[in-house]
């Protein structure tokens, strides 16, 4: 039997319309997916939205009529779907690539994998499904009333339809407050879908872990293990410190399998790959051995050094593999030659340029399911993203000119249309959770409270003179460029000037090196003394922290030079301390987190920004003193999260340092605007991030 079939959303379906994805609600309808509404007509649930739920601030009910599907019934158990969008009469199919868009569905068991060709390549099946839910914009939304299903299963008069529901929803979206300006239907819809969290729990197999999972780490599990079935993948971006790493571990126990070989590529099946940074190995490594249970029998190799085997058919013995970004640039060759069962990139976002030698050796992994953890996805731009989609193949947004075209463009042109759609596409690949997430009324994190202080430092009169003569050569610099129009030429050059000038606030022995010899900063940085306030600042509240039996402080700054400096200060102190840089080897890294962590008399650690800010787990500290601010508030927020994290038991306190009217000042500003970008992204506002923001750092008149 063939039948034409509308899609509809009536209300007392409700409850299976919150499981997460599009094969969840077919899997989880009683009626297999398939049944008879109260015209006798035949419907098909695979919509994405609850009338009752995501809407009770209008109280209205609604419908979607989505797509015209043929089902065809082969046999009990065995279904076969085939999807065929054509030009709808009054141009509601306005995009090209959806006017002919014909897909083909196999399902032989509704709890297994759903397998989509659309020009014989193979997409996730929600994937594709908010991809054509983003371009059908004016068929969202249905009022029960005004939907009418034909005996051969179509909307009668569709646009009239939809311009009775319209003003029914413009009606019931008016603010209380008697404002003028409605709600748009399509942003309403948007951010009720961004709000949402999933509920689902589930457990992973009792034994396999050594610890019990906190409520959202079982959301989370559920969650992905619903992705892995449908979708292959996703992107969690729980935020710092919420135990991403636990999550991860209890997904490998949960779907712990072996792979299938890819014999028709010659690929060998191989196990869990973990990618993350050096510093990062031995603590998935030490995760790995003290939070599964070693009933588990898991089989880990950390793949690292110069002394690493070469041998593909080695590798695929191991559950686990752990390595470096790269190392896995290194020896590419090797990993792509297996069918990895899934591969896990940690601390994701350093692959945001799509571009670079380590995202390349990423994306031609090959793998069942692929990951990115990061809770920072978004850093520079929404461009960011992209990277994370062409590594989790989310089609057709792993194409560059398709998310160019659709996203990047369209914010551009139009910011509000943009974030909607791109929020329509986080929220089917990406899981986000903060601290203040609440979840059955309560934050779904106790944490002890964490205080933050700017404390503003007072230049000497010299590092002032120093300061204002740099900061004009400076200006005089960008000027003649930008009328010249050579600023984004020679952009770098400027960037590097404004670097400069951020160093001056800390040391003036930072710059000056650097300086020409006959530029008047120069001649006056000769006749500085060593010290800075900057650094005077710093020993002085360690001083009046340290005091307290327990405390230890961590101490970030952006410049190994400035470790240098801050260095030779605390060795005429009486404080112990430790070093923590990029330029140290892993093994030295190590070590110097492992003391810090164990021997109560080191009670400092001296880290750069950049190498510190990803993945340690530093819960030792309470205090975190950030020397210098960073343009990008996503760096320092991941630097406080070494602290205030899952195990922290003291109240933490950070303190941030600023030189008052100077470039700092505004780098303060330029972080709030980076903040509203990101927020942007997640469904919080309708604002954009510009780089001629950089302007307003060197105040140019």
Known sequence: MRVKIAIICPPQNSAFLHQGTVLDHIRESTQVGIGYNQFGHLYYHIVRISTTELFKETRTQRAMELLLPH??????????????????????????????????????????????????????FNQTFWSVFAMLKSWFFRGLESLIVSPAGILENPQNAHTSVKKNVKKAATPKDNSSEPIEEFNLFLQAAMDYQPKSETEPPKGSLSINLLKHQRVALAWMIQKERTCFGGILADDQGLGKTVSILALMMTERKNGVCDQSKGRRAAGTL???????????????????????????????????????????????????YGTNVKSACVFASLAWYRVVLDEAQIIKNHKSNIASACFQLHAKCRW??????????????????????CQPYSSYSVFCDKIMKVLSTNPTEGYEILQALLKTTLLRRTKGTIMDGEPILSLPPKSTELRKVELSKEEVDFYKALEKETRGFYKEKESAGMVNKDFKEVLARLMRLRQACNHPLLVSSSLPSTSSSAQIAKKLPFGSSKLKATLEILSESLIQKGVKALVFTQWTKMLDLLEDSLKESSFQYRRFDGKMSMEARHKSIEEFKNLPEVNVMIMSLKAACVGLNLVAASLVLIMD?????????????????????????????????????????????????????????????????????????
């Open 71 to 124: 089902c065809k019934v082969v046999n009990k158990g065995v279904h076969s779907v085939s999807f065929h969008l054509k030009k709808s009469r009054d141009a509601i199919l306005r995009d090209q690539k959806f006017k002919d868009l014909k897909l083909q569905v196999s399902v032989s068991d509704w709890n297994e994998d759903l397998h989509i060709q659309i020009s014989g390549e193979e997409v996730a």
């Open 274 to 324: 973990i990618i993350c940074p050096s510093s990062l190995m031995r603590q998935w490594a030490e995760e790995l051995l003290n939070k599964i249970s070693p009933e588990a029998k898991l089989s880990v190799l950390i793949f690292h050094g110069s002394n690493r085997c070469q041998d593909a058919e080695t590798l695929s013995k191991y559950d686990v593999v752990i390595t470096s």
């Open 372 to 393: 990115c953890l990061s809770g920072t996805p978004i850093q520079n731009s929404i461009d960011d993203l992209y990277s994370f989609f062409r590594f989790i193949k």
């Open 629 to 701: 601010p960073w343009w990008n508030p996503t760096t320092e927020d991941q630097a406080i999260d070494r602290v205030h994290r899952i195990g922290q038991t003291r109240p933490v306190r950070v303190v941030r340092l600023l030189v008052s009217n100077s470039v700092e000042d505004r780098l303060l500003k330029l972080q709030e605007k980076k903040k509203k970008m990101v927020a942007c992204a997640f469904g919080k506002c309708d604002q954009r991030f510009s780089l001629e923001d950089w302007e307003h750092l060197l105040v140019v008149d």
